[in-house]
C-alpha cells in the first residue's frame, strides 16, 4: 500500500514505526495535525489481522483525535498510537517500558493515554520513560482511567438528542442498546440505569454481560443483533464500524450515539441515517470526554471544574449540530466535520487543498 497516496493518510504530519524485539514492541505512532498544540490521543493494544490493518486504524484514529480535540476545544493536535499485540504470553511492563521510550524520542510532539486494551497500570509503566503522558493513578495531576469521563459527556449528549429527535429532557423510560461493556460502555449502562432508562446490552465477556443483567436489570443480546432492536437509542461503545453496509438497513432507533470512534464505515452513511430519520451524535464529539480529562491532566494540575465546564461545552456542541443539520437540511458528520476543519485549519480551509 503507498501510504502517502492512501485516503486514510488525510495528510498526517508524521506516522512513526517502532521495533523492539526484546520487548515485543511493535507500534505505529501517528501524528495528524499540531496546529492546535501537540497531538495528543490515546495508545491501543491490539491483536491485529495485519500489520497494513494496524496502520489503516491508527491512521483513522489519529485523524479523528484531530477533529475530536477541536471540537472539544483543547489546545492540543491530534495523534493515536497503535502496540501489536504480542502473540503469547509477554512481559507486560516490559513491553510498556520500551513504549515509553517510544513516546519520549517524539519529544513531546505527542502525548498518550489509554485506549482499548490499555490501562493505568500499563500508564504507569509509560510514565517511567515519559512526561508525556496521562490517565495515570498517582501524582499531582493524576485522575486515573479517564473512561467514566468519557462515559459522562456521551450520557450528557444523549439527553441533547433525545431533546432534539424525541422531545423530551429525560432519559427515564427511553429503551438504550449498549454495544460493548468496557470500561466506558458499562459506566455508561450505570449513568442510564440511574436515570431511568431500560437497557439492552452485548459484549463478547459473557461476564460483564451477566454482572449488567444482575446491577441494571439489563437485557442480553447477541453482538450480531444489538444494533437492530426496537429502541430509542443505539449505542456503539466498541470498536469502529457498527453502522455499515451490512447494519444500515436493520437499524431501527431514532439515535445513534454512543463512545466508539469511527462509528461510520464510510462518511456516507451519514447522509443514510438522515434519509432514515436516525439523528447521528458525531462520535468525536459525543466521546470527547476522556480526551478533555486527559488535557486536564497534562496542563499539570487537574481542575474538575474545568472538566465539568468542558464537558458541558459538548452539550452545546451538539446542539449547535444538530440545529445546523436541520436548517441546511444536511447529515450532522457533514456539519460536524466543517466546523472542526475550521477550528483546525481556519475558515478558509478546503478539503480539495
Given at each position: 500500500m503507498?501510504?502517502?497516496?492512501?485516503?486514510?493518510?488525510?495528510?498526517?504530519?508524521?506516522?512513526?514505526?517502532?521495533?523492539d524485539?526484546?520487548?515485543?514492541?511493535?507500534?505505529?505512532?501517528?501524528?495528524?495535525?499540531?496546529?492546535?498544540?501537540?497531538?495528543?490521543?490515546?495508545?491501543?493494544?491490539?491483536?491485529?489481522?495485519?500489520?497494513?490493518?494496524?496502520?489503516?486504524?491508527?491512521?483513522n484514529?489519529?485523524?479523528?483525535?484531530?477533529?475530536?480535540?477541536?471540537?472539544?476545544?483543547?489546545?492540543?493536535?491530534g495523534?493515536?498510537?497503535?502496540i501489536?499485540?504480542?502473540?503469547?504470553?509477554?512481559?507486560?511492563?516490559?513491553?510498556?517500558?520500551?513504549?515509553?521510550?517510544?513516546?519520549?524520542s517524539?519529544?513531546?510532539?505527542?502525548?498518550?493515554?489509554?485506549?482499548?486494551?490499555?490501562?493505568?497500570?500499563?500508564?504507569?509503566?509509560?510514565?517511567?520513560?515519559?512526561?508525556?503522558?496521562?490517565?495515570?493513578t498517582?501524582?499531582?495531576?493524576?485522575?486515573?482511567?479517564?473512561?467514566?469521563?468519557?462515559?459522562?459527556?456521551?450520557?450528557?449528549?444523549?439527553?441533547?438528542?433525545?431533546?432534539?429527535?424525541?422531545?423530551?429532557?429525560?432519559?427515564?423510560?427511553?429503551?438504550?442498546?449498549?454495544?460493548?461493556?468496557?470500561?466506558?460502555?458499562?459506566?455508561?449502562?450505570?449513568?442510564?440505569?440511574?436515570?431511568?432508562?431500560?437497557?439492552?446490552?452485548?459484549?463478547?465477556?459473557?461476564?460483564?454481560?451477566?454482572?449488567?443483567?444482575?446491577?441494571?436489570?439489563?437485557i442480553?443480546?447477541?453482538?450480531?443483533?444489538?444494533?437492530?432492536?426496537?429502541?430509542?437509542?443505539?449505542?456503539?461503545?466498541?470498536?469502529?464500524?457498527?453502522?455499515?453496509?451490512?447494519?444500515?438497513?436493520?437499524?431501527?432507533?431514532?439515535?445513534?450515539?454512543?463512545?466508539?470512534?469511527?462509528?461510520?464505515?464510510?462518511?456516507?452513511?451519514?447522509?443514510?441515517l438522515?434519509e432514515?430519520?436516525?439523528l447521528?451524535?458525531?462520535?468525536?464529539?459525543?466521546?470527547?470526554?476522556?480526551?478533555?480529562?486527559?488535557?486536564?491532566?497534562?496542563?499539570?494540575?487537574?481542575?474538575?471544574?474545568?472538566?465539568?465546564?468542558?464537558?458541558?461545552?459538548?452539550?452545546?456542541?451538539?446542539?449547535?449540530?444538530?440545529?445546523?443539520?436541520?436548517?441546511?437540511?444536511?447529515?450532522?458528520?457533514?456539519?460536524?466535520?466543517?466546523?472542526a476543519?475550521?477550528?483546525i485549519?481556519?475558515?478558509?480551509?478546503?478539503?480539495?487543498?
Amino acid at each position: 500500500m503507498s501510504v502517502f497516496e492512501s485516503s486514510n493518510f488525510a495528510n498526517h504530519e508524521s506516522v512513526h514505526f517502532f521495533n523492539d524485539p526484546a520487548s515485543g514492541l511493535r507500534s505505529v505512532i501517528a501524528v495528524h495535525s499540531t496546529r492546535r498544540g501537540p497531538a495528543a490521543g490515546g495508545t491501543r493494544l491490539w491483536q491485529y489481522v495485519s500489520d497494513e490493518a494496524a496502520l489503516l486504524d491508527v491512521l483513522n484514529l489519529s485523524r479523528a483525535m484531530s477533529y475530536k480535540n477541536a471540537m472539544a476545544d483543547i489546545p492540543f493536535g491530534g495523534g493515536k498510537a497503535v502496540i501489536l499485540r504480542p502473540s503469547g504470553d509477554f512481559d507486560r511492563e516490559k513491553l510498556f517500558t520500551a513504549y515509553g521510550k517510544a513516546v519520549d524520542s517524539l519529544g513531546g510532539k505527542y502525548c498518550t493515554a489509554e485506549d482499548v486494551g490499555v490501562g493505568p497500570d500499563d500508564m504507569k509503566a509509560v510514565r517511567a520513560q515519559t512526561r508525556f503522558v496521562a490517565g495515570l493513578t498517582d501524582g499531582e495531576a493524576a485522575s486515573g482511567d479517564p473512561s467514566p469521563v468519557t462515559a459522562d459527556g456521551v450520557f450528557r449528549g444523549l439527553h441533547v438528542a433525545a431533546e432534539h429527535a424525541l422531545q423530551t429532557q429525560s432519559l427515564k423510560g427511553l429503551r438504550v442498546a449498549v454495544q460493548g461493556l468496557g470500561h466506558v460502555g458499562y459506566h455508561l449502562c450505570y449513568l442510564l440505569h440511574k436515570a431511568g432508562a431500560k437497557l439492552w446490552v452485548a459484549d463478547i465477556n459473557q461476564t460483564v454481560i451477566d454482572k449488567a443483567k444482575d446491577q441494571f436489570g439489563a437485557i442480553a443480546v447477541s453482538t450480531d443483533d444489538i444494533h437492530s432492536q426496537d429502541v430509542d437509542i443505539f449505542a456503539p461503545c466498541a470498536l469502529g464500524g457498527a453502522i455499515n453496509s451490512d447494519t444500515i438497513d436493520e437499524i431501527k432507533t431514532k439515535i445513534v450515539g454512543g463512545a466508539a470512534n469511527n462509528q461510520l464505515a464510510t462518511s456516507e452513511l451519514g447522509s443514510a441515517l438522515k434519509e432514515r430519520g436516525i439523528l447521528y451524535c458525531p462520535d468525536y464529539v459525543i466521546n470527547g470526554g476522556g480526551i478533555i480529562n486527559v488535557a486536564a491532566e497534562l496542563s499539570g494540575s487537574y481542575d474538575p471544574k474545568w472538566v465539568d465546564g468542558k464537558l458541558d461545552g459538548l452539550k452545546v456542541t451538539l446542539a449547535e449540530i444538530f440545529n445546523r443539520a436541520k436548517q441546511e437540511h444536511r447529515p450532522t458528520n457533514e456539519i460536524a466535520d466543517e466546523m472542526a476543519e475550521d477550528r483546525i485549519f481556519g475558515h478558509h480551509y478546503s478539503r480539495a487543498s
